[in-house]
Nanobody, 122 residues
Framework: QVQLVESGGGLVQAGDSLRLSCAAS????????MAWFRQAPGKEKDLVAT????????YYSDSVRGRFTISRDNAKNTVYLQMNSLKPEDTAVYYC???????????????WGQGTQVTVSS
């Protein structure tokens, strides 16, 4: 099994920055991709960004491209999401997830963190 623990959420104002962290433990050698998803109240869980575990491939949703950056520190088994120029519509619970293959599909992510709330006030 793989365990994921997120941290770094909070309440910020529009235009501010925030960095989320996700620490992985357990059988981390099975991970091929790590991602951040988010879910706003009453909406589905959407992919925000993903990064391949052993290469530099990344993917960003249109809504965050140019504002958010996903990165990883393999030595620490940690993935980060740097969020700049935050908007009220970025308000959601953010989830870290890991998959055993490179994928953009939510149901192919096998492991999930507990989620961290990000609230952006206008």
């Amino acid at each position: 099994q793989v365990q994921l623990v997120e941290s770094g959420g909070g309440l910020v104002q529009a235009g501010d920055s925030l960095r989320l962290s996700c620490a992985a433990s357990g059988r981390t050698f099975v991970i091929a991709a790590m991602a951040w998803f988010r879910q706003a109240p009453g909406k589905e869980k959407d992919l925000v960004a993903t990064i391949r575990a052993s290469a530099s491939n990344t993917y960003y949703s249109d809504s965050v491209r140019g504002r958010f950056t996903i990165s990883r520190d393999n030595a620490k088994n940690t993935v980060y999401l740097q969020m700049n120029s935050l908007k009220p519509e970025d308000t959601a619970v953010y989830y870290c997830a890991a998959a055993r293959l490179w994928t953009l599909t939510v149901h192919q992510y096998n492991y999930w963190g507990q989620g961290t709330q990000v609230t952006v006030s206008s």
